[in-house]
């Protein structure tokens, strides 16, 4: 096990580029199991999760080989291995395999998933529309057991807006027979990108990106090769760390349309931001920054990925400012960790409320989950002194490269194994 370290209050300047975005990926690499040919995918992020996912494939018989960001995967031998325990408990996303393994072969059992705790996230939406295509649905020891004589086109309205049941109802419908109309679909990029790949595969699907997909099932999908689009959160993520310590910090590979809700806020704390094409320039270090209140909400809204990140940005701002998660309740855990370093905030019910602003200090923190690792990150670099932190292998399910690209930027951040007596430590909290 290992610790990351950071020596804060160096200011961050240069270019910084962006990896294939984790949400597209966990989805991407499923879908492959639709095709009867070889799929290339393209610009893949170096993550645990984009690893957990190629040995998946394996598991069930295919040939996955993952190389410089470039994953050639061959699902022509692939069977419907049941897939109950082990890697696939591991993985949040491992959902999306329901989806691709129902289309495919008609049965699958899958383990529920892990990844991380962030309070319930029921997949009773995709279930409901696994049904609706004529799916049989058991839960049996912690596994979900998903058979069907066969697939058949349905309209299926989601009672709440979600990326992953939008992603593997489309997955299951692909193959269906007749139309599919999906409506209430979440309207998330990743979405768009998943439905470019299933297109490029042969799949026949109008209206990804809106509130209404419509699909019509076809008998086979063929191999293509697709680039991945940027990820949205790490950019985001890397704005927000050029918004608290840069001179001047450029964000390469990003689709600026996809983080219009960040901009706009950082602008409205007074940070100084331009875009171009596929660049995000954010000029920093601005002698005061506004407080703002930030309320989560499904995209276009701000995400609540970078909600967490945000609020190590906001102890930095003059007044108050209240961050409202209204997709994820249980998302404060972060908090008491900022608050060991300095911080001033507390949570109450949905939101956080924080005072500032205050000079965060160095200290010995945790990450609980993916974005609160990001969050801890940009806290560490803008603290006095050294932070420590750990729960290291929840940053590296979301951010490749992660020290390298800071170090890129000029900041002072090294990884540690731990020692015994620390493991032990962690392990009595």
């Known amino acids: ?21 984790k949400n597209s990926a966990v989805a991407l690499i499923p879908a492959t199991i639709l095709a009867e040919s070889p799929v290339i995918i393209e610009g893949l992020p170096d993550i645990s999760d984009v690893h957990i996912l190629r040995a998946l494939l394996e598991e069930i018989g295919g040939k996955a080989a993952f190389e410089d960001g470039e994953m050639h995967v061959d699902p022509s031998t ?27 072969f008609k049965k699958a059992v899958i383990g529920l998933p892990g990844g991380c705790h962030l309070g319930p996230r029921p997949i009773d939406q995709h279930i409901k529309g696994f049904e609706a295509l004529g799916a049989q649905i058991t839960n049996e020891q912690g596994a979900i057991y998903l058979r069907a004589d066969e697939l058949k086109g349905a309209r299926i309205y989601l009672d709440v807006v979600s990326v992953g049941a939008t992603i593997n109802i489309m997955l299951a419908a692909v193959l269906a027979k007749g139309q599919t109309i999906i409506e209430n679909a979440a309207k998330e990029p990743e979405i768009i990108d998943v439905a470019t790949l299933l297109s490029s ?36 993520t890397y704005m927000i760390i050029g918004a608290s310590m840069g001179k001047e910090v450029i964000i390469d590979n990003v689709i600026p349309l996809h983080l219009e809700s960040l901009i706009a806020k950082l602008r409205e704390m007074g ?74 905030m507390k949570v109450e019910g949905r939101s956080a409320i924080i005072s500032g602003p205050s ?11 993916l974005r609160a690792g990001a969050c801890l990150v940009a ?30 930027l000029g900041a002072t951040v090294w990884r540690e194994k731990l020692s015994e007596k620390e493991i032990e430590q962690l392990q009595n909290l």
């Open 78 to 104: 692939m069977i419907s291995m049941p897939l109950p325990n082990g890697k696939v408990k591991k993985l949040r996303a491992s959902y999306y395999l329901m989806g691709a393994m129902l289309g495919r």
């Open 201 to 236: 595969m042969g799949a026949k699907i109008k209206g990804a990106g809106t509130d209404v997909i419509r699909i019509d099932g076809v008998e086979k999908l063929h191999g293509c090769r697709h680039s991945i689009i940027p990820d949205r959160i790490e950019a985001g």
């Open 1 to 21: 096990m290992e610790k990351l370290k950071i020596a804060g209050g160096y200011s961050l300047k240069g270019t910084v580029g962006v990896s294939g975005a």
């Open 271 to 344: 940070i100084h931001v331009e875009t171009s094409n596929d660049q995000i320039m954010i000029v920093g270090i601005q002698k005061e920054l506004k407080a703002v209140d930030v309320k989560t909400l499904v995209y276009p809204g701000f995400p609540t990925d970078l909600q967490q990140p945000m609020t190590a940005l906001l102890t930095k701002a003059t007044g108050t400012s209240v961050v409202t998660d209204t997709i994820y309740s249980a998302r404060f855990k972060h908090i008491d960790e900022l608050r060991r370093m300095n911080a001033n």
């Open 359 to 369: 000079r965060l200090q160095g200290a010995k923190v945790k990450a609980s989950d």
């Open 379 to 408: 806290a560490g670099l803008m603290a006095e002194g050294i932070t420590e932190i750990t729960g290291l292998e929840h940053i590296d399910r979301g951010y490749s490269q992660l020290e390298e690209k800071l170090n890129g």
